[in-house]
């Protein structure tokens, strides 16, 4: 936990292993994690951080709240989500898909949730009413879906992709490409910056790329500033415009860092 204003850490919550997706319920104040290592989701209370409950999947991968229904989503090893209470912890539906989840998107207002897999290399479009998929598209020439953003006022989906390294940009409703934009290799985080009209792309190369939209909706590569070797896990916060990267522990230096990015106007 990082105190935002005073740029410092202020709690650890040790023996977790192999982290790979963070949720937040604010009207709960919990915390839900998503341990690969263990198979587990775990909720913690947001102000004691006291271990609440654990509910096992193997590979526990990216987690992600739903406000309007108050259900968690856990992508996980069993080529699955799984949807449960975020009060109850009540497993409420398990969506199967067509490979093992990387990345996924919420849409409540339309009621829809895209998500990539890996292996086979797809997206899909699920109904959150009803808990099945409902499109889908399947590449001919890319592999290795990783991140994924969302603009869901212009009905786009991201995806960051390693083979070929592009951004490729679909029509959220058919599920079929628009255009792509080359980057570095080896993304890991994509974050769609509605109010400037921005990408961002966190590339374990050792860049971050910044892509603006340009005339025609497409997307290009404008700035290109170097990060750290494997410095590819970040958060970004809209309202701030700020950028938070976890930088692995680089040679010469005493530890781990968090770096910070202001967006420019």
């Known amino acids: 936990m990082i105190d935002l204003k005073a740029g410092k850490a202020v709690k650890q919550i040790p023996d977790q292993k192999k982290i790979q997706g963070v949720a937040y319920a604010p009207e709960l104040d919990r915390v839900f994690v998503g341990n690969g290592a263990d198979g587990e989701c775990r909720a913690f ?30 992508g996980h090893a069993e080529h699955a989500l799984t949807a449960f209470d975020a009060k109850t912890f009540e497993v409420r539906a398990t969506v199967r898909l067509p490979g093992q989840p990387e990345a996924f998107q919420l849409d409540p207002g339309r009621k829809r949730l895209y ?28 592999e290795g879906f990783y991140p994924m953003a969302l603009d869901r006022e212009g009905d786009r989906v991201f995806v960051g992709c390693r083979r070929p390294a592009v951004v490729l940009v679909l029509d959220a409703r058919p599920l079929r490409v628009l255009w792509t934009a080359e980057i570095p290799g080896d993304i890991d985080n994509l974050f769609f910056d509605a109010k400037r009209k921005r990408l961002y792309a966190l590339c374990g190369e050792g860049f971050l790329a910044i892509l603006e939209q340009k005339d025609g909706g497409r997307f290009d590569v404008v700035e290109k500033p170097p990060t750290a070797k494997l410095a590819r896990t970040c958060v970004f916060d809209p309202e701030s415009g700020r950028l938070f990267l976890g930088v692995p522990r680089q040679a010469g230096k005493p530890g781990p860092e968090v770096r910070i990015y202001q967006a420019r106007p």
């Not at 609440?52 to 406000?67: E, G, I, S, Y």
């Not at 292996?119 to 001919?140: F, G, M, N």
């Open 45 to 74: 209370d947001g102000k004691t951080y006291k271990l609440l409950h654990t509910l096992k999947m193997p590979d526990a991968d990216n987690v992600r709240l739903d406000p309007t229904t108050g259900l968690v989503y856990v």
């Open 115 to 142: 998500v990539n897999t890996v292996k086979p290399s797809a997206v899909v479009a699920v109904d959150l009413a009803r808990h099945e998929v409902v499109a889908r598209y399947t590449p001919t020439k890319f």
